[in-house]
C-alpha cells in the first residue's frame, strides 16, 4: 500500500541555518503530497502542499517540490529561525487511500 | 470562523471503563477522522468517516468505535480503556478525498 518515509529526528540547527527534510513516498495512483507541521501542544496544521508532478509547495519561506521521477518530497528553508522548532510531518493521499503520515521529524533551532 | 474543537482536552481513566471523546467541527466538512499519536508511531488511523451514518475501519481500530449522527460530530468511544490506549487522540475533517485535513488541539487521555 502507500507509504511515506521520512528522514528520522531529531534534527537541531542554528538560527539562519539551512534545512532540509527528506521526505519519500510509494504510491500507486497519482497522489497528493503534503506537509504539516505540529507546535507543542497543539494539533497538526497544514505547512504547504503539492498535487501533481513538478509542483512547488510554498508557505512561510519553506518550499517541497513533487519529484515524480525520485518519488520525493523533500522539505527545505533558506534559514530557519527558532519560532521553526517544531515537528514536521511528510503526508501522501489519493482518491483510494487517506492522508498517510510519516513518522515524523523534530526540529529544534537554537539562537 | 470554521474550526474543529476537542473535549476534553486532558482525561484520566481506570481500565476497563467507557470512555468518550468528543469531536465537533463547523466546516460543514464531509469526510471526519481519528487518530492516536504515540512516540514512534506518527499519527495512526483509528476510524473514519466519508458522510452521516458512514463509518469505517483504520489501522488500529480494534477497541475503538465511532457513530456519526451528524455532519459535525463523530465521537470516539474505548468501549473498555486498556493502558495499551494511553495516547494523543487527534480528530481531522476533510471537504473531499485527497484534501488538506484540519486538525483539532488533540485529546490526552491516560489509562491508569
Known amino acids: 500500500g502507500d507509504s511515506v518515509t521520512q528522514m528520522e529526528g531529531p534534527v537541531t540547527l542554528s538560527e539562519e541555518a539551512f534545512l532540509t527534510i527528506n521526505c519519500t513516498y510509494t504510491a500507486t495512483g497519482y497522489p497528493s503530497l503534503f506537509w504539516y507541521v505540529q507546535y507543542p501542544g497543539e494539533g497538526l496544521q497544514l505547512l504547504l502542499k503539492a498535487t501533481k508532478a513538478d509542483d512547488k509547495g510554498s508557505n512561510k519561506g519553506f518550499e517541497a517540490t513533487y519529484r515524480k521521477e525520485t518519488t520525493s518530497f523533500h522539505l527545505e528553508k533558506g534559514s530557519v529561525q527558532v519560532s521553526d522548532s517544531a515537528v514536521y510531518f511528510c503526508?501522501?493521499?489519493?482518491?483510494?487511500?487517506?492522508?498517510?503520515f510519516g513518522a515524523g521529524t523534530r526540529l529544534t533551532v537554537k539562537p | 470562523d470554521a474550526e474543529i474543537t476537542q473535549s476534553p482536552r486532558h482525561k484520566i481513566t481506570e481500565t476497563g471503563r467507557q470512555v468518550t471523546l468528543a469531536c465537533h467541527q463547523t466546516?460543514?466538512?464531509?469526510?471526519m477522522f481519528w487518530y492516536r499519536q504515540d512516540l514512534g508511531h506518527g499519527l495512526r488511523l483509528i476510524h473514519y468517516s466519508y458522510g452521516v451514518h458512514d463509518t469505517n475501519k483504520g489501522e488500529v481500530s480494534d477497541g475503538y468505535s465511532v457513530s456519526r449522527s451528524n455532519t459535525e460530530d463523530l465521537p470516539l468511544t474505548l468501549e473498555s480503556a486498556a493502558s495499551s490506549q494511553t495516547s494523543v487522540y487527534f480528530c481531522a475533517s476533510s471537504d473531499k478525498r485527497q484534501e488538506t485535513q484540519y486538525f483539532g488541539p488533540g485529546t490526552r487521555l491516560l489509562v491508569l
Open positions: 503526508a501522501l493521499s489519493d482518491l483510494n487511500n487517506d492522508m498517510r
Open positions: 466546516w460543514n466538512h464531509n469526510n
